[in-house]
């Protein structure tokens, strides 16, 4: 392990985090709801940080507020938990941690709600094709190095199997993993997106769906429809990829992660594109931390950990020390 690694992983916790935080403002939001909210774009924490965001006030399930982050971070932070208390991945250590999770918890989220509802740490699901497990994969990517794709494609379902036993969502899982582990190990773009494209792939190959395998590919058609474009905006990326669907969220962020180089700008362009925004921002901010650590906004993150206090670097710490 070199110092440098070491600040990969931390800048990819923090744009994990930060980029879940900037992104909620607008999750679910389609893109003319993202300019009837933000006529102005989002820039940042639209508003006073702790302060609720508007259009949650009232919100019968939670009143989000301006720098807090979702069960995406909390997540990812659970499966971190578990691997450094284990110093391996597995899915109950797993289950244990997302037991204790508190956010998003509701029938609205029905893969996190029937794990919930089950109360048991080893259960392993066998439906859902939702990106639930790829948002907190990233600790797997930090844990391995990227020439370990079978522990990676492995440690990537354990990850996800408490909540999401789909085809699609184990492949997401597997793909957003390499791309991490590609990304803190110094790859190029070129290289993290095929690393991911093989993660996804072997993880069809091994755990197929009842449709012909389809993850990988969307991987490479979504980067390359967005690599076409000679300027990227929200409005066209929306068109192009409106992040709404498995085969459109991930490979989105994806796609954002090895076409831009700054966490800062994708998490923005993430938010203003709507749709499953956090999700987006927080992946993409992840993979391009871990990149380009000096793009990581770090007003956003010192936001963050004061509304928050998750000790975001102190954890990375423990994580670097593990890899291998």
């Known amino acids: 392990m070199t110092d440098k690694i070491s600040d990969r992983i931390v800048a990819c916790l923090k744009g994990v985090a930060t980029g879940d935080a900037i992104g909620k403002q607008t999750e ?29 006030a009232g919100n019968s399930k939670r009143e989000w507020c301006i720098g807090e ?42 893969s996190l709600w029937e794990f919930h509802e089950a109360g048991d740490p080893a259960r392993i699901a066998t439906t859902h094709d939702g990106c639930g497990a790829a ?14 794709l079978d522990d990676l494609v492995d440690g990537a379902r354990e990850a996800s199997i ?15 993993a390499a791309a991490v582990s590609a990304a803190v190990d110094g790859a190029s773009s070129h ?14 190959s091994r755990w197929p769906g009842s449709s012909a395998p389809a993850f990988a590919d969307a991987i490479r058609t979504i980067h390359d429809s967005i690599a076409s474009l000679s300027v990227l905006r929200a409005a066209d990326v929306a ?36 749709g499953d925004s956090d999700s987006v921002a927080s992946i993409a ?40």
């Open 28 to 56: 679910m939001l389609s893109r003319d709801n993202v300019l009837r909210w933000y006529p102005q774009s989002i820039r940042g924490f639209e508003g006073t940080p702790g302060a609720i965001i508007p259009r949650y």
């Open 162 to 176: 408490s909540t999401h036993g789909g085809s699609l969502a184990i492949a997401a899982a597997a793909a957003t």
């Open 191 to 204: 290289q993290i997106l095929s690393l991911a494209e093989r993660a996804a792939a072997e993880a069809e």
């Open 239 to 274: 068109v192009r990829c409106f992040p709404d669907q498995p085969l459109t969220i991930v490979p989105l962020a994806l796609a954002l992660a090895t076409v831009m180089e700054s966490a800062e700008a994708a998490i923005l362009l993430a938010g203003n594109v709507g």
């Open 69 to 110: 982050t979702t069960d995406d971070t909390e997540q990812t932070l659970a499966v971190a938990r578990a691997i450094i208390g284990d110093r391996s991945v597995s899915h109950v250590s797993i289950g244990r941690e997302i037991l204790e999770c508190t956010k998003s918890v509701h029938p609205g989220v029905r």
């Open 135 to 148: 948002i907190r994969v990233a600790p797997v990517g930090m844990f391995y190095k990227s020439d370990s």
């Open 285 to 324: 901010g992840g993979i391009l931390g871990a990149m380009y650590p000096n793009t990581v906004n770090q007003q956003w993150c010192e936001v963050v950990e004061r509304i928050n206090d998750h000790k975001l670097s102190q954890i990375a710490d423990e994580l670097a020390q593990l890899r291998h």
